[in-house]
C-alpha cells in the first residue's frame, strides 16, 4: 500500500508527557502538510513542510508544538508537555507539489491522541 | 467569517436516490481550488473531487459531480444513485492561491453527515 502511513494510530498520554506523532508519505510526494481535528469539527490547519524546511507554521501553535521533515525518516509532529485541550484527531496529508497547481492532497489515517 | 460554510449539519437519503451536500466560500483570490473529502465512521479522510476556479466544465468523478457556481461562490457535491457505503461525514474545503506557486493549506467546513437509509 503506498498510501499515506501514520502511526501510532492511538496514542494515550498523561496530562505533562509528549506526544510523538509520525507521518510518511506517499512515494513520490516531498509536501506534507499537519491537520487536527477536534470532536464534531471539520480539520484546521497546522502546519505545511518540506524535506528540511517548514513552508507554514502559521496553524501551529507557538508553545509547545514543532514539526520536523528531515532529509531521512518520516515527518515527525510533537507535542510537548501535552494538557487534556490537546485530545484530537491528528492527520498527515502529503501532495506532490507540481505546478500548475492542481495538487491534491491525501490523507493519512490519523492518530488519535487522548490525553488523561 | 467562515471561508467554508456548510449549512446541513445531517443529511438522510434513501437508497438509489440522489443527494446534494451544500457549500459556500469566501475568498478573495481569482485562482483556488475546491475539494471535497469523504470521512467513514473509521476516521480516514478520503478524496473525492476536485475543482478548480478556472476551471469551466463541472468536474466529475463516478457518482460525484461538483455544481460549481462561481458567481453565487458555491460548490455543491452531487452524489448520484446513493448507496449504503455512501453514509458518513463529507468535508467541503478550499485552497486559495491556487495557480500563484504556493501549494497551500485546505481550509475545511465543519461537515455535513449523511445518512442513507435503506
Known amino acids: 500500500n503506498a498510501g499515506v502511513m501514520q502511526n501510532p494510530r492511538h496514542l494515550v498520554r498523561r496530562r505533562g508527557q509528549e506526544a510523538r506523532l509520525r507521518c510518511s508519505p506517499m512515494k513520490g510526494h516531498s509536501h506534507v502538510y499537519w491537520y487536527r481535528q477536534l470532536p464534531e469539527e471539520g480539520l484546521k490547519f497546522m502546519v505545511y513542510l518540506q524535506k528540511e524546511n517548514i513552508i507554514d507554521e502559521s496553524g501551529m501553535p507557538k508553545e509547545r508544538f514543532s514539526a520536523e521533515f528531515p532529509k531521512e525518516g518520516p515527518s515527525i509532529l510533537r507535542i510537548q508537555q501535552v494538557v487534556r485541550g490537546d485530545s484530537a484527531a491528528y492527520f498527515c496529508?502529503?501532495?506532490?507539489?507540481?505546478?500548475?497547481?492542481?495538487?491534491?492532497?491525501?490523507f493519512g489515517p490519523g492518530t488519535r491522541l487522548t490525553v488523561l | 467569517a467562515q471561508k467554508i460554510t456548510q449549512t446541513q449539519p445531517g443529511m438522510f437519503v434513501q437508497e438509489k436516490e440522489a443527494v446534494t451536500l451544500d457549500c459556500t466560500y469566501d475568498?478573495?483570490?481569482?485562482?483556488?481550488?475546491l475539494f471535497w473529502y469523504k470521512q467513514p465512521s473509521s476516521g480516514e479522510m478520503i478524496f473525492l473531487i476536485y475543482q478548480g476556479s478556472y476551471d469551466e466544465q463541472n468536474a466529475t468523478e463516478g457518482r460525484y459531480s461538483l455544481n460549481f457556481q462561481k458567481a453565487r461562490k458555491s460548490a455543491n457535491l452531487v452524489i448520484s444513485a446513493s448507496q449504503l457505503g455512501d453514509s458518513a461525514m463529507y468535508f467541503c474545503a478550499m485552497r486559495e492561491k491556487d495557480y500563484g506557486g504556493s501549494q497551500g493549506n485546505l481550509i475545511f467546513g465543519k461537515g455535513t453527515k449523511l445518512s442513507v437509509k435503506p
Open positions: 475568498t478573495s483570490d481569482q485562482s483556488y481550488g
Open positions: 496529508a502529503s501532495s506532490q507539489g507540481r505546478l500548475p497547481s492542481t495538487d491534491t492532497q491525501y
